[in-house]
């Protein structure tokens, strides 16, 4: 644990310093002029230790630059032009919870690319604060304590892509001359989980457990690879009959708190036009019939946006169940059906990147290549080439 001490000057000003044991002496840092100041380095001192308190001290004091934690609110008013306020919610957690404790009090001109990987290292490092939250739990109520699992390499690498775009808005804005975040490496997912998908068998068994009202939009789902927030939010203006087609140009974006606010889908290739088979066409109109250019065209009973955590946890799971499919399905695994089952019809991927909106051909080879047996039948044929047969004795 760490103290802080208070002196008071005879002119009245007070000033403040925090104290802190090593080998069992009791050590104080420099003076530090606010409480507030003072307040984050004993936090610092608490939870990540003194050197790193003592670092970012040294580095205050040969630097008059902003800080980290000063430039980051300016990094979201930039990037705020483009993103939702949910967006921007979610980098504020995620910087408040990984680098901004660690590096948040440095001066911009200070943070080192080696600052940046010994950030990478601590934060690996950390628990996953949902089973801290169970092991407290379990512990209150006198239970088994839960094993405690640390953070997934995905969490690491969006703390640090959020850290890098901020640094080099700096880079931009002139106050710093390069990025030190760039190139750092990050840690990769030792495995990539193949991603759960419908048989044939398993669909038609599923489609006829859904629940008729919601038959038109698990169908949209399948035959477009349409996320769930790119599909409840489709308007009947967007289906075109005259040229089976639906445009695919807006999705629902989290908005602050638990809200959610229309706007353009995950990239800018998101934004797509997808050709439907003639029955899904007719199944479509039907559901547009009666309502307004402007209405969605999959709604709820009761008129309002499908809320995605309780269709899933309600209709989906249901019919899941009610189809006696016990595989981890969900709404999102509709996409992943979509394109395998165009994949291993054939289709090439260039068309199938193009229908699911993937920014690039990378990521639809990445997630879906290893379906890709045609195209590896083709490269086997072309090779032309086998060894000599063995002359008989």
Not at 117 to 129: E, L
Not at 180 to 196: H, M, S
């Amino acid at each position: 644990m760490a103290t802080i001490q208070t002196r008071t000057a005879k002119s009245g000003v007070e000033t403040y310093r925090v104290g802190y044991y090593l080998d069992g002496k009791l050590k104080w840092t420099q003076t530090l002029s606010d409480l507030a100041g003072a307040k984050n380095i004993k936090k610092i001192i608490e939870t990540q230790g003194h050197e790193i308190a003592l670092q970012i001290l040294e580095a205050q004091d040969a630097s008059d630059a902003l800080t980290l934690a000063d430039w980051f609110p300016k990094h979201l008013a930039i990037v705020s032009i483009n993103a939702t306020e949910g967006t921007l919610d979610d980098y504020q957690k995620v910087a408040a919870r990984s680098f901004l404790p660690r590096l948040g009090e440095l001066p911009l001109d200070m943070i080192t690319r080696q600052d940046v990987i010994d950030f990478i290292a601590w934060y690996k490092q950390q628990p996953n604060q949902r089973t801290v939250d169970a092991r407290k739990k379990a512990q209150r109520e006198g239970r088994p304590l839960p094993e405690l699992k640390y953070l997934k390499p995905k969490s690491v690498r969006i703390a640090h892509g959020l850290l890098s775009s901020t640094l080099q808005t700096a880079v931009e804005g002139g106050h710093l001359d390069r990025n030190p975040a760039k190139g750092v490496p990050v840690p990769k997912d030792d495995t990539e989980e193949e991603k759960e998908i419908f048989s044939r068998d398993e669909w038609g068994l599923f489609y006829e457990a859904m629940q008729d009202y919601y038959k038109p939009l698990v169908a949209f789902m399948l035959v477009t690879g349409c996320r769930i927030g790119e599909a409840t939010a489709v308007q009947v203006r967007d289906l075109n009959v005259a040229t089976n087609t639906v445009s695919v140009i807006r999705a629902w974006k989290k908005g602050k708190g638990r809200s959610r606010v229309l706007g353009s889908p995950k990239s800018r290739r998101s934004r797509r036009f997808v050709k439907l088979p003639d029955w899904a066409v007719e199944i479509f109109k039907q559901a547009a019939a009666g309502k307004k250019r402007d209405d969605m065209l999959f709604p709820s009973p009761t008129g309002k946006r499908i809320d995605s955590s309780n269709f899933g946890s309600r209709q989906w799971s249901r019919a899941l169940e009610k189809a006696g499919i016990d595989k981890h399905l969900t709404p999102h695994s509709l996409r992943h059906t979509y394109a395998s089952w165009l994949l291993m019809a054939g289709v090439p991927p260039q068309t199938v990147q193009h229908i699911l909106g993937h920014e690039s051909l990378q990521t639809t080879s990445e997630v879906y290549g290893h379906l890709l047996l045609d195209a590896q039948d083709q490269a086997v044929e072309a090779l032309g080439w086998e060894p000599p047969r063995a002359i008989a004795a």
